[in-house]
């Protein structure tokens, strides 16, 4: 049976969401799991989360025995036998020739910022920002949307065949007493989205332009080219 996990995850943790050489990726903890309840399988996830990054609604999909018909209960076992800081939302049975990376047609990622100082429960889950101009920012994040070759805005080494990517829509606004980015693409580069976030804060802070922005994204001169805080950035929704 092949079956879709939607999940989330604290990722100050982990050493990102695939398998890592130590066994400290996200994956890892999922096969661990798996295995206790004899379940052999490849988990094939939507996409890649870096080093500390956080998840609220990731998807991998798994080919699971047919016998485990009753999917409330696989949730309720598995997790119990995985850390408290890796939860499985919801377990669904979805087609053969589902594939959560190539059947996604969109994924959501939200960064969230603070001007309120940090304390000890919430620094590893949002930024800290001094001061806040939500005009300057939410101008400039509608650069982003549309087609665009994302070179300027990733880390090398991700191994993409193309660095072009497709942004849907962009939005910045505040809930309560916190401030988010939200971002949605048909696919990210390597730290793409915090390096986009970056750069609207240096705006934010008046040390760059919507002019710098627009000529790192037409790649006429890279300017910027340090990534935001891992802390602060989720992976909200896929969208199939």
């Excluded at 999922?30 to 094939?44: G, H, P, R, S």
């Excluded at 609220?56 to 997790?79: C, M, T």
């Excluded at 805005?153 to 849907?168: A, M, P």
Aim: hydrophobic share 35%; net charge positive.
């Amino acid at each position: 049976m092949n079956a879709k996990f939607q999940i989330s995850y604290d990722g100050t943790a982990y050493q990102g969401s695939q398998t890592q050489p130590n066994g400290l990726g996200v994956e890892d903890f999922l096969q661990i799991a798996f295995k206790q309840l004899n379940i052999n399988t490849k988990i094939i996830l939507s996409g890649r989360t870096d080093k500390e990054v956080h998840a609220s609604g990731q998807v991998f999909n798994a080919i699971i025995p047919d016998f485990w018909k009753d999917l409330k209960k696989l949730k309720e076992i598995l997790n119990k036998h995985l850390p408290i800081n890796i939860r499985i939302n919801k377990i669904s049975k979805v087609c053969d020739d589902f594939h959560a990376r190539y059947s996604a047609k969109k994924r959501v990622y939200r960064y969230i910022i603070t001007t309120k100082q940090l304390n000890a429960f919430n620094a590893k889950y949002i930024t800290y920002v001094k001061n806040i101009d939500e005009e300057k920012i939410s101008e400039a994040i509608k650069l982003f949307e549309g087609i665009h070759d994302f070179e300027y805005f990733h880390k090398k080494g991700s191994g993409n065949k193309t660095t072009i990517r497709k942004v849907f829509s962009t939005n910045f606004y505040k809930y309560k007493d916190i401030y988010v980015f939200k971002f949605c693409a048909n696919g990210y580069l390597r730290s793409q989205i915090r390096l986009m976030v970056g750069f609207l804060l240096k705006i934010n802070e008046g040390k760059l332009t919507k002019k710098d922005l627009l000529s790192q994204l037409k790649k006429e001169k890279y300017i910027f080219k340090t990534p935001a805080s891992a802390y602060g950035l989720y992976l909200a929704k896929v969208y199939y």
